[in-house]
C-alpha cells in the first residue's frame, strides 16, 4: 500500500552507539532504513519547497499538488 511521508533532509544523522559511529537515513531513500545506503545521492539536487516522488528504481518526479481527504 502507498503511503505518504515526508522527508526533507538531504543528508544522514550521524550518531554514536557504544564507541561506533553509524549514520542514519533522513532522506527516507534508504534501501537499508533506518541506516543510511548512501541513496541520498538522489535527493543532492532538490529544490527547496519542491515535493518530490521516488518510485522503485529511485526515478524522481516533481509533485504539484497534494490533496487530503477527511477521515
Ligand atoms: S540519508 Fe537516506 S540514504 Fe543516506
Do not use: T
Not at 12 to 21: A, H, M, Q, R, T
Request: glycine share 2%.
Amino acid at each position: 500500500m502507498p503511503r505518504y511521508v515526508k522527508f526533507h533532509k538531504k543528508e544522514p544523522l550521524p550518531i554514536e552507539v557504544n564507541d561506533k559511529k553509524i549514520w542514519i537515513c533522513m532522506c527516507g531513500l534508504s534501501d537499508k532504513f533506518p541506516y543510511c545506503s548512501g541513496r541520498h545521492k538522489y535527493a543532492k539536487d532538490e529544490e527547496e519547497n519542491q515535493v518530490y516522488m521516488y518510485d522503485e528504481n529511485y526515478n524522481r518526479k516533481k509533485v504539484k499538488d497534494i490533496i487530503f481527504e477527511k477521515e
